[in-house]
């Protein structure tokens, strides 16, 4: 069995933890009612999501890709009794079935979510987060990385979502097409990051876990 069909296989999934009721309903209906259900977390990546949370118990959380809020969720359980997590998309369309499944979660009060690009929303916040989930448009990672850096506290926890895209950066440069490029240039950068130290995990779709130094 290669890497990604052990990725793929039902054992990882057996082997972790139930996920909680509120979330696979979140999930069924975002593969019912939404475009691109592959986007959401999904049961594995949202319990590490919502352990990391746990262990840092932030005060302050920016995610940047809302879509279902699904990972908004999953973070929200470890979110500090005054914490809130700043939850950003683009999509107005998504904000029915966030609303519904905010409301019903009993964390209401701790998001906050904003609609447009993410890239102007960010500098407006003037917040200083604990943890950062970067799960958006994976062409401007970079960017995000520059602007976010600055506003994560010492010690915070910076995860990126979808590093592997797919296996693609784990092929020769010449077959990247130029979101493979963008992405392949942002891990790169991240690594050499005198500001992180950063672990790439090949859960799921690849996720990069970086603490601020
Ligand atoms: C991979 S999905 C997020 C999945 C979600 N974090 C989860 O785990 O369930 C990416 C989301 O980013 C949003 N997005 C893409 N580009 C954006 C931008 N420039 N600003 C804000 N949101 C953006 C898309 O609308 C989409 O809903």
Request: hydrophobic share 35%; proline share 2%; net charge negative.
């Given at each position: 069995?290669?890497?990604?069909?052990?990725?793929?296989?039902?054992?990882?999934?057996?082997?972790?933890?139930?996920?909680r009721n509120?979330?696979?309903?979140?999930?069924?209906?975002?593969?019912?009612?939404?475009?691109?259900?592959?986007?959401?977390?999904?049961?594995v990546q949202?319990?590490?999501?919502?352990?990391?949370?746990?262990?840092?118990?932030?005060?302050?959380?920016?995610?940047?890709?809302?879509?279902?809020?699904?990972?908004?969720?999953?973070?929200?359980?470890?979110?500090?009794?005054?914490?809130?997590?700043?939850?950003?998309?683009?999509?107005?369309?998504?904000?029915?079935?966030?609303?519904?499944?905010?409301?019903?979660?009993?964390?209401?009060?701790?998001?906050?979510?904003?609609?447009?690009?993410?890239?102007?929303?960010?500098?407006?916040?003037?917040?200083?987060?604990?943890?950062?989930?970067?799960?958006?448009?994976?062409?401007?990672?970079?960017?995000?990385?520059?602007?976010?850096?600055?506003?994560?506290?010492?010690?915070?926890?910076?995860?990126?979502?979808?590093?592997?895209?797919?296996?693609?950066?784990l092929k020769?440069?010449?077959?990247?097409?130029?979101?493979?490029?963008?992405?392949?240039?942002?891990?790169?950068?991240?690594?050499?990051?005198?500001?992180?130290?950063?672990?790439?995990?090949?859960?799921?779709?690849?996720?990069?876990?970086?603490?601020?130094?």
């Open positions: 069995m290669d890497f990604f069909n052990i990725q793929n296989s039902d054992y990882i999934e057996n082997h972790s933890s139930n996920e509120i979330l696979a309903e979140l999930r069924r209906e975002t593969e019912l009612k939404c475009l691109n259900p592959i986007m959401l977390s999904g049961k949202g319990i590490f999501l919502s352990i990391i949370s746990k262990i840092i118990n932030p005060k302050n959380v920016l995610e940047i890709g809302t879509y279902s809020g699904y990972s908004t969720l999953c973070i929200a359980e470890g979110l500090g009794a005054n914490g809130i997590i700043h939850t950003i998309d683009k999509n107005e369309e998504l904000l029915e079935i966030q609303n519904k499944y905010f409301e019903k979660s009993g964390y209401r009060n701790q998001i906050k979510q904003y609609t447009g690009n993410a890239l102007q929303i960010i500098p407006k916040i003037k917040v200083n987060f604990d943890m950062i989930f970067l799960d958006a448009d994976k062409e401007n990672y970079s960017n995000y990385l520059n602007i976010v850096a600055p506003w994560l506290n010492k010690g915070g926890i910076l995860l990126t979502d979808n590093v592997l895209w797919h296996g693609k950066v020769s440069s010449e077959t990247h097409d130029e979101t493979t490029k963008l992405i392949d240039k942002f891990n790169k950068e991240l690594a050499l990051d005198s500001n992180f130290k950063t672990v790439m995990l090949p859960l799921r779709d690849g996720i990069s876990v970086s603490i601020k130094l």
